[in-house]
């Protein structure tokens, strides 16, 4: 590759062997420190939809997100989201609720599954993440992505 995206610079030996002036490419930045690794901006936009949901529902609301999926697996991200929301984050033992959830529903019709409120009881919390990020960092890191954002759709 000619990136390295490990490195977070272009590998002057392809270049090279290529014959790719290195002038010619574009500068890229790390944002790591900043808005985290790209995998994770999700956490930003989901504390975008939380907002907007908070909007709707009333502040005062107390939220806990339960989440699943691939993504959750990662400690680092489930923090992350935890920090950027303010609110609890739980991770159930089985990740992949939403294929579980699909797998019941096609076992309800065929008459294999108990009543949802039978089968909802077998929901358990493998961990739960609280916020333990001050809320002056929050508020930046949040300012930024909002300006990236806003940036972002100035350009299109």
Known sequence: MLFDIHKAEWDDELLLLFDIPKAILPHVTDS???????????????????????????????????????????????????????????????????ALGAAYLAGLQAGLYPPPDVFAQQWALERRFTSTMAAAERERKLALWRDAVRRTLKKT
């Open 32 to 98: 790591f420190g900043e808005l985290g690794v790209t995998d994770h901006e999700v956490c930003f936009q989901t504390a975008d939809l939380i907002e907007a949901m908070r909007g709707d529902w009333g502040a005062s609301a107390k939220t806990v997100l339960r989440v699943d999926g691939g993504m959750v697996a990662s400690d680092w991200t489930m923090q992350r989201l935890a920090d950027l929301l303010a609110a609890s984050v739980d991770r159930p033992r089985v990740l992949e609720t939403t």
